[in-house]
């Protein structure tokens, strides 16, 4: 691996400076030191592997008592950093004249670590329902945290995540803890409600919001937190058992087989893909414990298919497809899964407690922010936004022709030492070799 950052990206640092955080200069050098290199980095995020990619190695050690040793909290840098994506965002969205309308999708990943990683006090084995079958369950050993993703028209981004620890996993790391420093136990509904309260305290009054997320975030206390606000509305995915008017779901589907469907076309949500149509009828009445009329779609890939999907939906006022179209923009969590896990390193942590793995995850937040705050300011009507790999490249491309000006300018400076000056940007390990 190069030693490709000879000197910081200038963009980044301007961005960094432009949350007010109230971290003093060394800390928010090292936070420079560390998102520059997880943007910059193809391979293994760990904090040894980081330091390698600067021609002046900083000592790991340093970068790992950053997120240990350091006296600063998460909020330190997540509220100046979720106030400052979202007010971009509504000033790009009032600036090309678009309704404020925010999609808030909320979701929960799982990230696998080894099997013999137990010292990690944010690892704990846990089900997987993607791998899980219904005659087999599925549990890995991770981390789970959850998600809140924000849309506004063109702009989006990663809102906060939290991490989940289960019951058991609070009770024993709080036996090795003072009474000052005990955990509280929190469900994934609890840690998505703490996001969307977050949320609504930095909204603008006027701002419509749909809250998006799948089956198993359905509950009726989540629904009735966002109805009990005029301008906010739930469209989910619904479990085929949940009852609207006292009936099942799945037993309307088998009411309402002779009447007609309505056909709906919706565009893929990856643009190479060709957009498919879909089978619809909808239910009105009410669901368990939730004193709003709501609708129920019923959706089908063919008319005779018998696994259809259940969306539920709070705003009567839109069609079916309408709701459904508003539901795609939940795909964007997806998106915010991979490049945390695949791209920026989330699980690549080697630190022990659980105040240092919350750090971490606060500034792998920041490296993702970062790129969807790029993609923003690259909006031009009747073309997307770049996307988040692009800006990933034109980060590394920048470091890439940095490394190669310096290294031109030193054999210009020492012509006869050519020799020398190529073995000082190489990596040690390379000359011991």
Same mark, same amino acid.
């Given at each position: 691996?190069?030693? +490709?950052?000879?000197?910081? #990206?200038?963009?980044?640092?301007?961005?960094? #400076?432009?949350?007010?955080?109230?971290?003093?200069?060394?800390?928010?050098?090292?936070?420079?030191?560390?998102?520059?290199?997880?943007?910059?980095?193809?391979?293994?995020?760990?904090?040894?592997?980081?330091?390698?990619?600067?021609?002046?190695?900083?000592?790991?050690?340093?970068?790992?008592?950053?997120? =240990?040793?350091?006296?600063?909290?998460?909020?330190?840098?997540?509220?100046? =950093?979720?106030?400052?994506?979202?007010?971009?965002?509504?000033?790009?969205?009032?600036?090309?004249?678009?309704?404020?309308?925010?999609?808030?999708? +909320?979701?929960?990943?799982?990230?696998?670590?080894?099997?013999?990683?137990?010292?990690?006090? $944010?690892?704990?084995?846990?089900?997987?329902?993607?791998? #899980?079958?219904?005659?087999?369950?599925?549990?890995?050993?991770?981390?789970?945290?959850?998600?809140?993703?924000?849309?506004?028209?063109?702009?989006?981004?990663?809102?906060?995540? *939290?991490?989940?620890?289960?019951?058991?996993?609070?009770?024993? /790391?709080?036996?090795?803890?003072?009474?000052?420093?005990?955990?509280?136990?929190?469900?994934?509904?609890?840690?998505?409600?703490?996001?969307?309260?977050?949320?609504?305290?930095?909204?603008? !009054?006027?701002?419509?919001?749909? +809250?998006?997320?799948?089956?198993?975030?359905?509950?009726?206390? /989540?629904?009735?937190?966002?109805? =009990?606000?005029?301008?906010?509305?739930?469209?989910?995915?619904?479990?085929?058992?949940?009852?609207?008017?006292?009936?099942?779901?799945?037993?309307?589907? *088998?009411?309402?087989?002779?009447?007609?469907?309505?056909?709906?076309?919706?565009?893929?949500?990856?643009?190479?893909?060709?957009?498919?149509?879909?089978?619809?009828?909808?239910?009105?009445?009410?669901?368990?414990?939730?004193?709003?009329? +709501?609708?129920?779609?019923?959706?089908?890939?063919?008319?005779?298919?018998?696994?259809?999907?259940?969306?539920?939906?709070?705003?009567?006022?839109? #069609?079916?497809?309408?709701?459904?179209?508003?539901?795609?923009?939940?795909?964007?969590?997806?998106?915010?899964?991979?490049?945390?896990?695949?791209?920026?390193?989330?699980?690549?942590?080697?630190?022990?407690?659980?105040?240092?793995?919350?750090?971490?995850?606060?500034?792998?937040?920041?490296?993702?922010?970062?790129?969807?705050?790029?993609?923003?300011?690259?909006?031009?009507?009747?073309?997307?936004?770049?996307?988040?790999?692009?800006?990933?490249?034109?980060?590394?491309?920048?470091?890439?022709?940095?490394?190669? =000006? $310096?290294?031109? !300018?030193?054999?210009?400076?020492?012509?006869?030492?050519?020799?020398?000056?190529?073995?000082?940007?190489?990596?040690?390990?390379?000359?011991?070799?």
């Amino acid at each position: 691996m190069l030693p +490709v950052i000879v000197q910081h #990206s200038e963009a980044l640092a301007t961005f960094i #400076s432009s949350l007010n955080t109230a971290l003093y200069q060394p800390q928010i050098r090292h936070l420079l030191q560390i998102v520059d290199a997880l943007l910059a980095s193809n391979e293994r995020k760990t904090l040894s592997d980081l330091s390698r990619l600067f021609k002046d190695v900083p000592d790991p050690k340093a970068l790992a008592d950053f997120f =240990r040793e350091s006296p600063w909290t998460v909020d330190l840098i997540g509220k100046p =950093r979720k106030q400052f994506m979202l007010l971009k965002a509504l000033e790009l969205a009032r600036k090309i004249g678009i309704p404020l309308k925010v999609m808030a999708g +909320v979701d929960d990943s799982l990230g696998k670590k080894g099997k013999a990683t137990k010292h990690l006090q $944010a690892v704990d084995y846990h089900h997987d329902h993607n791998e #899980s079958t219904k005659n087999r369950q599925a549990w890995n050993n991770g981390y789970v945290y959850v998600e809140l993703h924000v849309q506004i028209g063109p702009f989006s981004f990663l809102f906060d995540t *939290q991490i989940y620890l289960r019951e058991k996993k609070v009770r024993y /790391l709080n036996r090795k803890r003072s009474k000052d420093k005990q955990l509280h136990y929190r469900s994934k509904y609890k840690l998505a409600l703490a996001m969307l309260m977050e949320l609504e305290g930095l909204l603008p !009054a006027d701002c419509q919001v749909y +809250v998006l997320f799948d089956s198993w975030y359905a509950s009726a206390k /989540l629904i009735n937190f966002c109805l =009990r606000h005029k301008q906010w509305h739930v469209i989910c995915a619904l479990k085929f058992n949940r009852r609207i008017g006292k009936v099942r779901v799945d037993v309307h589907n *088998q009411t309402l087989r002779h009447k007609p469907y309505q056909k709906i076309t919706l565009a893929a949500v990856d643009e190479h893909h060709p957009a498919r149509t879909y089978y619809v009828r909808t239910v009105s009445g009410q669901i368990e414990d939730v004193p709003q009329e +709501v609708y129920v779609i019923i959706s089908k890939k063919r008319t005779g298919d018998h696994r259809p999907k259940y969306f539920l939906c709070t705003d009567t006022s839109l #069609s079916a497809e309408e709701a459904l179209r508003i539901y795609q923009k939940r795909w964007p969590v997806e998106v915010d899964n991979l490049y945390l896990k695949e791209v920026l390193g989330l699980g690549d942590f080697r630190l022990q407690s659980l105040e240092a793995i919350q750090k971490w995850f606060e500034v792998v937040n920041l490296a993702l922010n970062y790129l969807q705050y790029r993609a923003m300011l690259t909006y031009q009507p009747k073309h997307p936004v770049f996307s988040l790999a692009h800006c990933k490249r034109q980060h590394q491309r920048a470091h890439a022709q940095s490394f190669l =000006r $310096a290294l031109i !300018a030193e054999v210009k400076r020492r012509p006869s030492q050519v020799e020398a000056i190529v073995q000082s940007f190489l990596p040690a390990e390379w000359l011991a070799t």
